[in-house]
């Protein structure tokens, strides 16, 4: 299907223009190598999948025939069939087979080791009719310049003007009561740009520190009090930097953290990559429930990874609502890009300017970064090789996207890669670090060099490995788990829902297949069904990232950040997502969402049974923490009870407790409080801990016809309560929880599409017994 040639063809109706009108063919995103016809008359050629193209059709229009177009796809492989450069020789991607580096099209379309081999051909974005008359609105730039008990904004307009005219602007601002709160007519022969003042601003915050407050921002263009134009676009008053002094307390270190309207934030986090291969069916409501789900989760930044697309316009508007930031990459993942073609060149200068004034006014938008891993993997290479050559790419990294942002954008921070900085590239001492010792066994790099070798083994990829990471900004790491078994049952056939099967293998696209059993062995033994397999991946995916995301927040503000990788997946396949393809949130996510909580308690392992507890006020304001720390075994019994009171600062982690507690597999070490949700730690793995063999009490009360809800009830310590259901839509208020000895909890389960009832709710809890080979 790939290498065919897709013609697509349509009738409109658009009469000629008046002479002081033009008619216009827009076409947002058209993948990617496409001709354009109207009427016979070849009007367009493209060559980017990341540029709106916009076509003056007016001169070919028919008055009294429908009008007719039609766009030629040309398969990419027949266009850089001839194309050549020297690839990298340890990219697992066949870039030399697929020359995706020569076009500018989503680069995972070719496969990744989370997603499918489908690159796609089309319109991916919608296609309109545009008639206008004597000018047109052609950009509207919104900036906060200050902050304070008066704010400080700017409006810039760029008018495209084809016929000799007075022209004016009114601007409007009002709040989200529909109240006038600025306002200005522009003389456009005078300016284009204005300051506007706004008293008492309601800012723009993330979760956990405020209300994400927008404001709608109304653009009138006029022509002698004619309107020509208007646009509207939800704004909000907020000013974001990028923080990377030297760090005081930890010497020959540097910051890297975001500071929104003057707060030094942590960055909790994830990694987005397209929510479908197929990314021109996305829809609003699609964004919508995963990125409402993101900020229930406590997350407050989201990075659209390098290798995907600049997302639909819905992704951003949903991240202004939600108060997420954004770090958003070029896109540019993984490969050398060609800097000797003219014809690429300036098609990248095109799409890097068009792309910064298309989002450069969200108030989500954190951070601008050039390139995934392109840097790192050269600089790895030159270790290899003993050299010093440049990343093939340097020229946009480097030169045109800079160079762009000082001129469109300058307010907002540039960072050339991910990772990027430091002594060298993934340096543990300055910028971000990807942390892929956990999972693929790259050897750390503390300071200038990688520290030991590649290490597959079960000591060599662990999670507690996440302790030894002392890094400024975790902007990936991340643990793989399938997804649900359901899931995996609406995309297989039956017989394939076993392991070893060509189609269960077909599912996991890193490598080798079986990388995971390493993390397994220790924590969970080896599954020796598929059904196990589901439950161990998804128990250490869980595990594993809550002990990273706790280690990474006790180190504030040494370390300001930690994305996951990754938060979605594109296919239903086995990957290192937090919920998977159909949109069922695996364990993780709920272990994920208590771990990035605002105000997050957490054990700290240390030498000789020694044990601290920390809390982490991620907040505006001081938290006064009334806590209770009991040692108890898993049948119930309490061993010690400690009580205390302690004042933990704004932004800030402190360790308020610490102590001795006796090591044995079957005691838990229990941390509850009225101002956070509680935790535990465990002294042994979960598969030599001897959980009690009674099972939780069960009651499920019908609520109303699409609403349960459900009371367990303990009688002794039960590990990782689980709720399923086997449709898609069902949501669960909490999930994957501990009860200990006499705890009741009530879950609330919802589904908007069909209709509960209590025979669609299956219970497990606990750790089935696997195997050691």
């Given at each position: 299907?790939?290498?065919?040639?897709?013609?697509?063809?349509?009738?409109?109706?658009?009469?000629?223009p008046r002479?002081?009108?033009?008619?216009?063919?827009?076409?947002e995103?058209?993948?990617?190598f496409?001709?354009?016809?109207?009427?016979?008359?070849?009007m367009?050629?493209?060559?980017?999948?990341?540029?709106e193209?916009?076509?003056?059709?007016?001169?070919?229009?028919r008055?009294?025939?429908?009008?007719?177009?039609?766009?030629?796809?040309?398969?990419?492989?027949?266009?850089?069939?001839?194309?050549?450069?020297?690839?990298?020789?340890?990219i697992?991607?066949?870039?030399?087979?697929?020359?995706?580096?020569?076009?500018?099209?989503?680069?995972?379309?070719?496969?990744?080791?989370?997603?499918?081999?489908?690159?796609?051909?089309?319109?991916?974005?919608?296609?309109?009719?545009?008639?206008?008359?004597?000018?047109?609105?052609?950009?509207?730039?919104?900036?906060?310049?200050?902050i304070?008990?008066?704010?400080?904004?700017?409006?810039?307009?760029?008018?495209d003007?084809?016929?000799?005219?007075?022209?004016?602007?009114?601007?409007?601002?009002?709040?989200?009561?529909?109240?006038?709160?600025?306002?200005?007519?522009?003389?456009?022969?005078?300016?284009?740009?204005?300051?506007?003042?706004?008293?008492?601003?309601?800012?723009?915050?993330?979760?956990?520190?405020?209300?994400?407050?927008?404001?709608?921002?109304?653009?009138?263009l006029?022509?002698?009090?004619?309107?020509?134009?208007?646009?509207?676009h939800?704004?909000?008053?907020?000013?974001?930097?990028?923080?990377?002094?030297?760090?005081?307390?930890?010497?020959?270190?540097?910051?890297?953290?975001?500071?929104?309207?003057?707060v030094?934030?942590?960055?909790?986090?994830?990694?987005?990559?397209?929510?479908?291969?197929?990314v021109?069916?996305?829809?609003?409501?699609?964004?919508?429930?995963?990125?409402?789900r993101?900020a229930?989760?406590?997350?407050?930044?989201?990075?659209?990874?390098?290798g995907?697309?600049?997302?639909?316009?819905?992704?951003?508007?949903?991240?202004?609502?939600?108060?997420?930031?954004?770090?958003?990459?070029?896109?540019?993942?993984?490969?050398?890009?060609?800097?000797?073609e003219?014809?690429?060149?300036?098609?990248?200068?095109?799409?890097?300017?068009?792309?910064?004034?298309?989002?450069?006014?969200?108030?989500?938008?954190?951070?601008?970064?050039?390139?995934?891993?392109?840097?790192?993997?050269?600089?790895?290479?030159?270790?290899?090789?003993?050299?010093?050559?440049?990343?093939?790419?340097?020229?946009?990294?480097?030169?045109?996207?800079?160079?762009?942002?000082?001129?469109?954008?300058?307010?907002?921070?540039y960072?050339?890669?991910?990772?990027?900085?430091?002594?060298?590239?993934?340096?543990?001492?300055?910028?971000d670090?990807?942390?892929?010792?956990?999972?693929?066994g790259?050897?750390?790099?503390?300071?200038?060099?990688?520290?030991?070798?590649?290490?597959?083994?079960?000591?060599?990829?662990?999670?507690?490995?996440?302790?030894?990471?002392?890094?400024?900004?975790?902007?990936?790491?991340?643990?793989q788990?399938?997804?649900?078994?359901?899931?995996?049952?609406?995309?297989?056939?039956?017989?394939?829902?076993?392991?070893?099967?060509?189609?269960f293998?077909?599912?996991?696209?890193?490598?080798?297949?079986?990388?995971?059993?390493?993390?397994?062995?220790?924590?969970?033994?080896?599954?020796?069904t598929?059904?196990?397999?589901?439950?161990?991946?998804q128990?250490?995916?869980?595990?594993?990232?809550?002990f990273?995301?706790e280690?990474?927040?006790?180190?504030?503000?040494?370390?300001?950040?930690?994305?996951?990788?990754?938060?979605?997946?594109?296919?239903?396949?086995?990957?290192?997502?937090?919920?998977?393809?159909?949109?069922?949130?695996?364990?993780?996510?709920?272990?994920?969402?208590?771990?990035y909580?605002?105000?997050?308690?957490?054990?700290?392992?240390?030498?000789?049974?020694?044990?601290?507890?920390?809390?982490?006020?991620?907040?505006?304001a001081?938290?006064?923490?009334?806590?209770?720390?009991?040692?108890?075994?898993?049948?119930?019994?309490?061993?010690?009870?400690t009580?205390?009171?302690?004042?933990?600062?704004?932004?800030?982690?402190?360790?308020?407790?610490?102590?001795?507690?006796?090591?044995?597999?079957?005691?838990?070490?229990?941390?509850?409080?009225?101002q956070?949700?509680?935790?535990?730690?465990?002294?042994a793995?979960?598969?030599?801990?001897?959980?009690?063999?009674?099972?939780?009490a069960?009651?499920?009360?019908?609520?109303?016809?699409?609403?349960?809800?459900?009371?367990?009830?303990?009688?002794?310590?039960?590990?990782?309560?689980?709720?399923?259901?086997?449709?898609?839509a069902?949501?669960?208020?909490?999930?994957?929880f501990?009860?200990?000895?006499?705890?009741?909890?009530?879950?609330?389960?919802?589904?908007?599409v069909?209709?509960?009832?209590?025979?669609?709710?299956t219970?497990?809890?606990?750790?089935?017994?696997?195997?050691?080979q």
């Amino acid at each position: 299907m790939k290498e065919r040639e897709w013609w697509w063809r349509t009738t409109f109706d658009a009469s000629p223009p008046r002479s002081d009108e033009r008619v216009l063919i827009v076409f947002e995103g058209l993948d990617t190598f496409a001709t354009i016809w109207v009427n016979g008359v070849q009007m367009g050629v493209t060559s980017n999948m990341f540029l709106e193209h916009r076509i003056d059709v007016g001169a070919v229009l028919r008055a009294d025939l429908e009008n007719q177009v039609i766009v030629r796809f040309t398969p990419p492989a027949r266009v850089v069939a001839d194309k050549r450069m020297e690839t990298w020789p340890i990219i697992a991607d066949p870039i030399s087979e697929s020359k995706r580096n020569f076009i500018r099209k989503a680069q995972f379309g070719w496969g990744w080791d989370w997603g499918p081999r489908l690159p796609t051909v089309g319109i991916w974005r919608p296609v309109r009719i545009e008639r206008q008359r004597t000018a047109s609105l052609k950009d509207v730039r919104f900036e906060t310049l200050e902050i304070g008990a008066v704010a400080r904004v700017a409006v810039t307009v760029t008018v495209d003007a084809f016929r000799p005219a007075p022209l004016d602007v009114a601007i409007e601002l009002t709040d989200d009561a529909g109240l006038l709160v600025a306002c200005a007519i522009v003389d456009l022969a005078r300016a284009n740009r204005v300051e506007l003042f706004i008293e008492r601003p309601r800012l723009w915050w993330t979760s956990g520190l405020g209300k994400a407050t927008l404001y709608t921002l109304t653009v009138t263009l006029r022509s002698g009090g004619e309107q020509l134009a208007r646009v509207t676009h939800q704004v909000g008053i907020r000013v974001i930097s990028l923080d990377t002094s030297a760090d005081p307390q930890e010497p020959g270190c540097n910051f890297f953290r975001f500071v929104l309207n003057g707060v030094p934030i942590f960055a909790r986090g994830a990694n987005w990559v397209p929510a479908s291969s197929f990314v021109g069916a996305l829809a609003p409501s699609d964004y919508a429930d995963l990125l409402e789900r993101a900020a229930t989760a406590n997350m407050n930044m989201i990075r659209v990874w390098g290798g995907g697309i600049y997302e639909h316009e819905a992704f951003y508007e949903e991240c202004d609502r939600r108060g997420l930031l954004v770090w958003q990459d070029f896109m540019f993942a993984c490969a050398p890009y060609p800097e000797h073609e003219p014809e690429f060149v300036e098609s990248v200068r095109e799409e890097v300017a068009y792309q910064i004034r298309r989002l450069r006014s969200h108030a989500c938008l954190a951070l601008w970064c050039g390139n995934n891993e392109g840097d790192a993997v050269q600089g790895f290479i030159n270790r290899l090789a003993g050299k010093q050559d440049p990343f093939p790419g340097d020229l946009y990294i480097h030169t045109i996207i800079p160079q762009t942002l000082a001129q469109l954008d300058p307010a907002t921070a540039y960072w050339p890669g991910s990772p990027y900085g430091g002594l060298s590239h993934n340096s543990m001492r300055a910028g971000d670090v990807h942390n892929w010792t956990v999972w693929h066994g790259l050897p750390p790099t503390p300071d200038d060099v990688p520290v030991g070798t590649f290490d597959h083994s079960p000591e060599g990829v662990a999670y507690t490995r996440y302790a030894e990471d002392m890094s400024r900004f975790v902007s990936e790491f991340g643990i793989q788990a399938a997804p649900d078994l359901a899931t995996l049952a609406r995309w297989m056939r039956p017989e394939a829902m076993q392991l070893g099967s060509d189609g269960f293998l077909n599912r996991i696209k890193d490598r080798p297949r079986d990388k995971v059993n390493a993390m397994l062995l220790p924590v969970t033994g080896l599954p020796v069904t598929l059904r196990q397999y589901v439950e161990f991946t998804q128990i250490v995916q869980a595990e594993g990232l809550k002990f990273g995301i706790e280690h990474y927040r006790r180190r504030t503000p040494h370390c300001s950040g930690a994305l996951l990788w990754q938060y979605n997946d594109c296919w239903p396949g086995i990957s290192w997502s937090i919920i998977d393809h159909d949109r069922v949130a695996k364990p993780a996510w709920y272990a994920v969402r208590r771990a990035y909580a605002p105000i997050m308690a957490s054990f700290k392992a240390l030498a000789d049974d020694e044990v601290e507890l920390w809390v982490t006020n991620d907040t505006l304001a001081p938290v006064i923490v009334t806590a209770r720390i009991e040692l108890v075994t898993l049948a119930g019994a309490a061993l010690s009870i400690t009580e205390l009171q302690v004042s933990v600062p704004a932004t800030a982690s402190l360790s308020i407790w610490q102590g001795h507690s006796a090591a044995a597999a079957d005691r838990v070490l229990l941390v509850r409080s009225p101002q956070f949700e509680g935790n535990r730690h465990f002294f042994a793995v979960l598969k030599d801990m001897p959980f009690g063999p009674d099972a939780p009490a069960m009651d499920i009360e019908q609520v109303d016809a699409h609403t349960l809800r459900v009371t367990l009830t303990a009688t002794n310590y039960i590990y990782g309560a689980r709720l399923l259901t086997s449709h898609a839509a069902t949501r669960f208020s909490d999930n994957f929880f501990d009860l200990f000895s006499g705890e009741s909890r009530s879950i609330s389960i919802s589904n908007q599409v069909l209709a509960l009832v209590p025979g669609d709710v299956t219970l497990l809890y606990g750790i089935s017994e696997g195997t050691d080979q």
